[in-house]
């Protein structure tokens, strides 16, 4: 089953009088629990490719389907509440909280649902804390978090309402090598045990092989499909 | 909508961020509940010993300008009044201003000395001569039960027999007694502007409850006299005391200027707020929060800052107005705490209103674009 599909997705920036043309005749398909690398160099669409599959910009031309729901013909209000439910974003920098503990970050999902933050919630945020190695700082702030914790926390808010698709801007980008290679390691492996799809975006080719296939993105235009490992 | 659980724990985790604005707004709660209580406390001060009446209207001689100074109604023009359509109840009415010698005081009392026949809310029925019940106030001024106070250069004596609440006359204590003993006092010590026998400065007219009336019961009875009367209703005849329309309007006007300041300064902290915010915003918008969300948590936070201002600034305001000298015209009423609490409730939403259009132009795009 294709949990995301674009089909000849342009997007075209409009700055002064010049138009960047960021994304051109974008197509991709991911699978259910399909995990996708996309491989590009800087200013090649990437993040542009994930906003729009994600629901955060509207595309200039093309189709955009999500689950079976077309969202290019969303309105505002409707991708709000599309991306509250069906998708989790992890960015390249943290964008936590700050002055909400770890555990709360993740609950912060379930508020903006019109949760209540009862027990059933809370009992979720945690396992989910736990799950994610984290289980001994639910009630930190994000400032008493180190970098790899708080992307870890991140992720952990991108999971929690449980989106068939999670889209990963460069997450490890602001760590080290190994703290990188761990974080990596930890979203496959969830990914995996919950059957969610992903894409993850990176410049970086040794992050490719937590990936089950890999898209190269060169100005704009998605190149050949290469399977990983 | 669920009431949202992020403004509040911003709240309480990062204070430091709304104290500056708290303090201010809870300065300029005290100035508005200072200036508010200063209005009430001249306006009640003003006017005690008319609202005190409980008729429908008030009849001044037509050359009196609705003074009850310069007012004079002679026992035919009363006779006139009293033939009038629904005219009910009718009483006679007199004031005089003196200074008055109080037992063991050094200092003169401000007394307005009142001749009445139709007792006036909380007033017992006319005494006998030389007999009077005097406004609360005079006791602040050395004035007891049994004391006889000696009014004016003639000294004329009048004994306290009791006293009654809030019915004061242009800052001065009244004391009330009956026409005969007013007159006593004004011919006495006015002997300029003396009143002959029979003669009050005004009347107060009740409404006749069974006959029904043909127009306003004012209007009726300045026609009856052919314009020899001018009356007012009561509340008319509040404002036409001196001075109390005047100070009304000017400290109105300084007590909505202070809450237009109350609005800009909620404007342009909320304002500073939101930028700082905006990265935050768009975060949360990327993630699913809508912009009346996170509009309504801006609000949701001015009306809790606005609250404890209010709080504070009432605190203040009390301790103020205990410290201060019992001469000081001050009255802090419920009705003023509710006013100054619902002025600076809307202040807060007003000003706070100037931030939505920031609020709904965050771009949810925002927080994924580069490095954020
Ligand atoms: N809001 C915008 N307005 C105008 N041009 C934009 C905008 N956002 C991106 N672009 C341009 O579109 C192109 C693609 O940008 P995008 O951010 O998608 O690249 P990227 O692959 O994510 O790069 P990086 O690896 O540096 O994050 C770039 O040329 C960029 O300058
Ligand atoms: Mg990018």
Redesign the pocket.
């Known amino acids: 089953m294709t949990v995301l599909d674009m089909r000849d997705v342009r997007k075209v920036?409009r700055?002064g009088d010049a138009d960047?043309v960021?994304l051109d005749h974008a197509t991709l398909q991911v699978d259910h629990g399909e995990i996708v690398a996309l491989l590009?160099p800087?200013?090649?669409?990437?993040?542009?490719l994930l906003s729009i599959a994600g629901g955060l910009l509207a595309a200039t031309e093309g189709k955009v389907m999500v689950g079976g729901h077309d969202i290019s013909e969303y309105d505002g209000k409707q991708l709000t509440e599309f991306r509250r439910n069906n998708v989790g974003f992890v960015f390249q920098s943290v964008n936590l909280v700050p002055f909400l503990t770890a555990e709360e970050n993740l609950l912060v999902v379930d508020e903006l649902g019109g949760g209540k933050g009862g027990k059933g919630a809370k009992a979720r945020a945690r396992q989910l804390l736990e799950e994610l190695g984290l289980g001994h700082r639910t009630r930190n702030l994000p400032s008493q978090l180190s970098g790899g914790e708080r992307q870890r926390v991140a992720i952990g808010r991108a999971l929690f309402n449980n989106p068939r698709l999670v889209l990963f801007d460069e997450p490890t980008s602001a760590l080290d090598t190994k703290l990188g290679a761990q974080v990596m390691e930890l979203i496959r492996n969830e990914m995996k045990a919950r059957d969610t799809a992903a894409i993850i975006v990176t410049?970086d080719r040794r992050m490719t092989e937590y990936a089950d296939r890999t898209v190269e993105i060169v100005d704009g235009r998605l190149g050949a499909e290469a399977p990983a490992h | 909508m669920r009431l949202p659980r992020l403004p509040f724990r911003e709240l309480r985790r990062q204070p430091s961020r709304f104290v500056v604005a708290t303090v201010v707004l809870a300065f300029l709660a005290t100035l508005l509940l200072f200036l508010g209580g200063l209005l009430d406390g001249l306006y009640l001060g003003s006017t005690g010993a008319i609202r005190a009446q409980r008729s429908d209207a008030i009849v001044f001689s037509s050359s009196a300008r609705d003074s009850f100074l310069r007012s004079r109604i002679t026992p035919e023009l009363r006779a006139e009044i009293e033939a009038a359509e629904g005219v009910g109840e009718v009483g006679g009415l007199g004031f005089v201003l003196l200074g008055a010698q109080v037992p063991g005081e050094t200092e003169l009392a401000d007394v307005a000395v009142a001749g009445y026949e139709v007792p006036p809310a909380g007033v017992p029925t006319p005494g006998p001569d030389g007999q009077g019940v005097a406004d609360s106030r005079l006791e602040d001024q050395g004035v007891q039960v049994g004391d006889t106070i000696l009014v004016g250069p003639a000294e004329t004596p009048i004994t306290i027999t009791g006293f009654v609440d809030d019915t004061a006359y242009l800052q001065q204590g009244t004391v009330w007694v009956n026409l005969a003993t007013w007159r006593a006092v004004q011919n006495a010590n006015r002997p300029d502007s003396a009143v002959a026998d029979g003669v009050v400065q005004a009347l107060v007219v009740t409404r006749d409850a069974a006959t029904t009336l043909s127009g306003p019961l004012p209007e009726l009875i300045d026609t009856t006299t052919d314009g020899a009367t001018k009356t007012l209703t009561v509340e008319d005849a509040v404002l036409a005391l001196p001075g109390v329309k005047q100070q009304g309007d000017t400290f109105d006007q300084i007590i909505y200027s202070t809450l237009v300041v109350v609005l800009a300064v909620v404007a342009l902290f909320f304002s500073l707020l939101t930028i700082e915010r905006m990265g935050l915003y768009g975060v949360l918008k990327a993630i699913g929060a809508s912009t009346r969300r996170l509009f309504a948590g801006v609000l949701l936070q001015a009306v809790i800052v606005a609250t404890i201002a209010f709080v504070v600034g009432s605190l203040l305001a009390l301790a103020a107005a205990a410290a201060l000298p019992a001469k000081v015209p001050l009255q802090l009423t419920p009705g003023r705490f509710l006013f100054t609490y619902a002025g600076l409730l809307v202040a807060a939403v007003l000003g706070s209103a100037i931030s939505l259009r920031r609020v709904t132009r965050v771009d949810p795009a925002s927080a994924i674009?580069?490095a954020g």
């Open positions: 920036y700055s960047i960021a590009g800087s200013g090649s669409g990437k993040t542009t410049h | 674009g580069g």
